[in-house]
């Protein structure tokens, strides 16, 4: 049974920084490529950034390009996002997924999990 434990969130104010952490255990190889989405108030879940098992490969939406970091330790089979220069448009429930492959993180065919959120919430 996969699952996903999301930490990390709170307030921070527009300029901060923020470490989001995900804690996974049961996956096995179903969760080689990990993740992040994010849902801010009344609007769709949004892709943020993924990486393939090894951390090699990172994708990005364009709006954090720059500003946020994603990184693993499998030692620990834990993704991290590292969010700098925060935004009030930033301000959202952040979401830890999981799956195979890089492509099933970004909407691809095949199983994919999900946590159960962490808020970040940017603001004075």
């Known amino acids: 049974q996969v699952q996903l434990v999301e930490s990390g969130g709170g307030l921070v104010q527009p300029g901060g920084s923020l470490r989001l952490s995900c804690a996974a255990s049961g996956g096995g190889f179903g969760i080689n490529a990990m993740g992040w989405y994010r849902q801010a108030p009344g609007k769709e879940r949004e892709f943020v950034a993924d990486i393939s098992r090894s951390g090699s490969n990172t994708d990005y939406v364009d709006s954090v390009k720059g500003r946020f970091t994603i990184s693993r330790d499998n030692t620990k089979n834990t993704v991290y996002l590292q969010m700098n220069s925060l935004e009030p448009e930033d301000t959202a429930v952040y979401y830890c997924?999981?799956?195979?492959?890089?492509?099933?993180?970004?909407?691809?065919?095949?199983?994919?999990?999900w946590g159960k959120g962490t808020l970040v919430t940017v603001s004075s």
């Open positions: 997924a999981a799956a195979l492959l890089m492509s099933t993180i970004r909407g691809g065919s095949g199983m994919r999990y």
